[in-house]
């Protein structure tokens, strides 16, 4: 198996194990509880579920920044948001014999009300949890190599997709090429939001020339290799599908069957 040149290197300790996980066995884990969970309407389902992503990434993904971030900040308060959101929208002839939490004018905000809104909010965080554990541990280069060499996606496709995958840091690169040699010359100096719409202006042109540039290389160097002559092509990167991979497949569906099971019947009536 030959190493990636241009993926990201991932130094993580062993416990890290989510890094060393097909991509596919990451994705198709969590499935069948996010297409579940879509249909559960209490709140102590969705919870448990969002306890079991946030264990799993604590465990499984290396402590960073972001992870932080997402965590700890974005994910509980978009589920507050939503939740909130959702409370608004709720019929009050459905709840109007909670308690009332909020009255303005002839407007009431009911307890019951509120309970249901965070359900909703609690249940799309863990389905978005859920999502995390393989988007949080997995490359797009790596996706997309799984899905040629285990779903056998035609690699006209995958291959075009991992082009993609490429440009968005070669663009990135480019930019701040571009920003420094402005700065350099002392283009577009100064403050205040029309110094910054005359900056950003001056980097679409040179920004366009160079992805221009950039996909004709990308077209020749296909060509070059005669991409699309052949039904299939040599892997040089291998993804393969362990042992590990069905094992946390097994699992993942098991701890999901047990939490569904035990909080059945999720409060549809």
């Not at 799984?146 to 996606?153: D, E, F, G, I, K």
């Not at 990135?172 to 420094?180: S, T």
């Not at 004709?216 to 002559?229: I, K, P, Q, S, Y």
């Amino acid at each position: 198996m030959h190493l990636d040149p241009y993926a990201d290197a991932v130094t993580a300790a062993p416990v890290r194990f989510l890094y060393r996980l097909n991509p596919l066995a990451k994705l198709l884990a969590p499935v069948p509880a996010m297409v579940l969970l879509v249909f559960v309407r209490d709140a102590a389902t969705p919870l448990a579920f969002l306890l079991l992503s946030y264990a799993l990434l604590l465990i499984g993904v290396s402590f960073t920044r972001l992870l932080a971030l997402v965590l700890l900040l974005a994910l509980p308060l978009g589920a507050l948001a939503i939740g909130l959101g959702f409370s608004l929208w709720i019929d009050p002839a459905r709840v109007d014999q909670s308690v009332v939490v909020w009255q303005l004018g002839s407007w009431t905000l009911y307890g019951g009300a509120v309970l249901v809104g965070l359900a909703t909010g609690l249940r799309i965080a863990a389905i978005v949890g859920l999502a995390l554990i393989a988007g949080l541990s997995t490359t797009g280069p790596d996706l997309v190599r799984a899905t040629v060499q285990q779903l056998r996606v035609p690699y006209r496709i995958g291959y075009t997709a991992l082009a993609a995958f490429r440009f968005v840091p070669r663009f990135g690169h480019e930019l701040e090429v571009i920003r420094q040699a402005h700065r350099v010359r002392g283009a577009h100096g100064g403050r205040g939001p029309f110094a910054a719409v005359a900056r950003w202006s001056g980097y679409i042109v040179p920004l366009l020339a160079g992805a221009i540039r950039h996909a004709e290389r990308v077209a020749l160097a296909m060509d070059a290799r005669a991409f699309g002559a052949h039904p299939d092509r040599t892997e040089r990167h291998i993804v393969p599908f362990r042992t590990r991979d069905v094992v946390f497949i097994v699992l993942f569906v098991a701890a999901s069957g047990a939490i569904f099971w035990f909080w059945f019947p999720w409060g549809l009536g």
